[in-house]
């Protein structure tokens, strides 16, 4: 493991990984570290997703990350969530990343070595999508103490999840539990809903790998909308309150 700066003292780490893109790993890790932070815990973000960074925009910073002598200053939030995203360095925040694997590996390793976040009771990794290099360097590099593995009901994502377990589990990394995303629509009308996806199948993947469900988010125009506005922290829905609990009662903080 690499070390970190030595004005760092991060108690608790975890990783928000999915098997594949699209499914709203960003998302589930921006509304964790609302939710975390709202229970008055010192919060950041690494964003480990250098080809595809959306957290400075969920939370609507375009600040650029600042550099002293001792390394990296993050931005910070509305709520103080501290923000490292390769999107903070770059001139424009929609300038391509067109690098090659082991030039992001590097950045995220910078990202942990390099960054000073202080001190930190929780810090989220937005993992990039995938079994790639760059998240082996992650599992290799920084010490988790676990992660959140996110899916969708669809058969197809539940295979590429049980890659991204196997993957956690061969690195001896635990794995806290899984999030469904996109689980359903409630209609606005008379609040049924509707499993747009079809019939959810995360109980029994759960059931057969042995992990826990922390929460199910439904398609909710409202969430899109505060991410497009950078208004992520202005949210007051809970969907994910059951796994923030499970958090911190599995991971507690001395």
Not at 143 to 158: A, E, F, K, N, R
Not at 161 to 183: T, W
Request: aromatic share 6%.
């Amino acid at each position: 493991m690499s070390q970190n700066n030595g004005k760092n003292a991060i108690k608790k780490i975890i990783g928000v990984v999915s098997g594949k893109g699209g499914v709203g790993k960003s998302l589930v890790t921006s509304s964790l570290a609302v939710l975390t932070r709202r229970k008055g815990y010192k919060v950041g973000i690494l964003d480990a997703d250098i080809t595809g960074p959306s957290i400075p925009k969920m939370f609507g910073i375009s600040n650029k990350a600042l550099a002293s002598e001792e390394g990296i200053l993050p931005e910070k939030t509305q709520n103080d969530i501290k923000i490292m995203s390769i999107n903070l360095l770059l001139e424009e925040e929609d300038s391509p990343v067109i690098w090659r694997g082991p030039l992001v590996s590097g950045v995220v390793k910078q990202f942990w070595t390099d960054v000073i976040w202080e001190d930190i009771d929780y810090l989220f990794i937005d993992m990039p999508p995938g079994t790639s290099d760059v998240v082996l360097t992650v599992f290799q590099t920084i010490p988790l103490d676990g992660i959140i593995v996110v899916t969708t009901p669809q058969d197809l994502v539940h295979m590429i999840v049980r890659k991204a377990y196997n993957m956690a589990k061969s690195m001896r990394v635990p794995v806290l539990g899984i999030v469904e995303n996109m689980s359903y629509v409630e209609c606005p009308h008379c609040n049924e809903r509707i499993n747009v996806f079809g019939e959810s199948h995360i109980e029994g993947i759960a059931k057969t790998l042995d992990i826990e469900v922390l929460g199910r988010m439904p398609i909710d125009p409202i969430l899109a909308e505060a991410c497009d506005k950078g208004e992520v922290e202005k949210l007051d829905k809970d969907y994910l309150s059951q796994a923030v609990d499970y958090i911190e009662s599995k991971l507690k903080i001395d």
